[in-house]
């Protein structure tokens, strides 16, 4: 695990630890010592930690104008035992929500498993951003099945055109647009 590293392509456009509206404002990254594991496996130093000892994050980009951001996972997404959606709703997403980002893409290939409990949190973030919309992209089939049975996708986009596997070769405001529209269009079936 120690060689997956979060998406590095884009910091010409954004670095979490020089936004001084993230609460990594400001942080520093030790790239000689590997310090954080999860299930004792070491991981990249670029992944930050959100409260979660198991699920690690990486706000890859965040327009306060535009009202989006863009977070990469890795690790396990556990709510049962770890009620990782509440570290993240609180410790993240609550934090940028009063700042106008209404409009969440989370990247989850590198998110390995999943183990549900109640859909609480999802239901808050969900009616906290009113007219926006939050989105998974790349999340692996079987932990998208897994979510679907605790209900997480009545609040959280999954599948179909939004698996974008080339999101890597664009722009952050490219690959906003796309998605975007692709939510858009969904939301003109309903």
């Not at 993230?22 to 496996?41: A, H, M, Q, V, W």
């Not at 997403?93 to 498993?113: A, R, S």
């Not at 999954?158 to 690959?175: A, M, N, V, Y």
Request: aromatic fraction near 18%; charge should be negative; proline fraction near 3%.
């Amino acid at each position: 695990m120690h060689t997956i590293e979060p998406h590095y392509g884009w910091l010409k456009y954004y670095n979490v630890a020089e936004d001084e509206n993230s609460p990594y404002d400001g942080k520093s990254y030790n790239f000689d010592l590997y310090s954080d594991t999860i299930y004792g496996y070491y991981i990249d130093p670029h992944w930050d930690f959100m409260g979660s000892e198991t699920l690690y994050i990486k706000v890859l980009y965040a327009d306060c104008d535009r009202g989006y951001m863009v977070i990469e996972f890795i690790g396990e997404w556990n709510d049962a035992l770890n009620n990782d959606i509440m570290h993240l709703k609180r410790n993240i997403i609550d934090h940028f929500i009063p700042l106008g980002i209404n409009k969440y893409i989370l990247i989850g290939e590198n998110v390995l498993n999943f183990h549900g409990s109640d859909d609480s949190y999802y239901e808050e973030w969900f009616e906290d951003v009113e007219d926006g919309w939050i989105c998974g992209i790349n999340f692996r089939n079987f932990v998208v099945d897994e979510m679907k049975v605790f209900n997480v996708d009545n609040y959280i986009n999954f599948g179909g055109d939004l698996d974008i596997e080339s999101w890597r070769t664009l722009k952050p405001q490219s690959l906003f647009e796309k998605i975007n529209l692709i939510i858009s269009r969904r939301i003109d079936l309903l």
